[in-house]
């Protein structure tokens, strides 16, 4: 069992930056490949970012790509989401979620594991 624990959400103007952090307890940390999705009411859950389990290598949606930066530090079990250029169209609960498989994946049913989330709000 993995259990994750998102913090770091809030309130933002538009054109601002947050980041967000996931904590990891459990089994090991460095053995999953991590993911961050969001989600709004009425929308299915989507993919943001994911990273390997080294932390070489990392894909985004073509939404936040350029904006977003996703990393991990495995001596910590957390991992990180730095949300800049936020834009209204960001607002979501953001969602951690660990992955087992040997590669990244984007998939909501590929997930092995799930924090709760923590709620993103872009102002105008």
């Known amino acids: 069992q993995v259990q994750l624990v998102e913090s770091g959400g809030g309130l933002v103007q538009a054109g601002g930056s947050l980041r967000l952090s996931c904590a990891a307890s459990g089994r090991p940390f460095s053995s999953y490949s991590m993911n961050w999705f969001r989600q709004t009411p009425g929308k299915e859950r989507e993919f943001v970012a994911a990273i390997t389990r080294s932390g070489s290598d990392a894909l985004y949606a073509d939404s936040v790509k350029g904006r977003f930066t996703i990393s991990r530090d495995n001596a910590k079990n957390t991992m990180y989401l730095q949300l800049n250029s936020l834009k209204p169209e960001d607002t979501a609960v953001y969602y951690c979620?660990?992955?087992?498989?040997?590669?990244?994946?984007?998939?909501?049913?590929?997930?092995?594991?799930w924090g709760k989330g923590t709620l993103v709000t872009v102002s105008t």
């Open positions: 979620a660990a992955n087992s498989g040997s590669v990244i994946a984007t998939r909501v049913g590929s997930m092995d594991y």
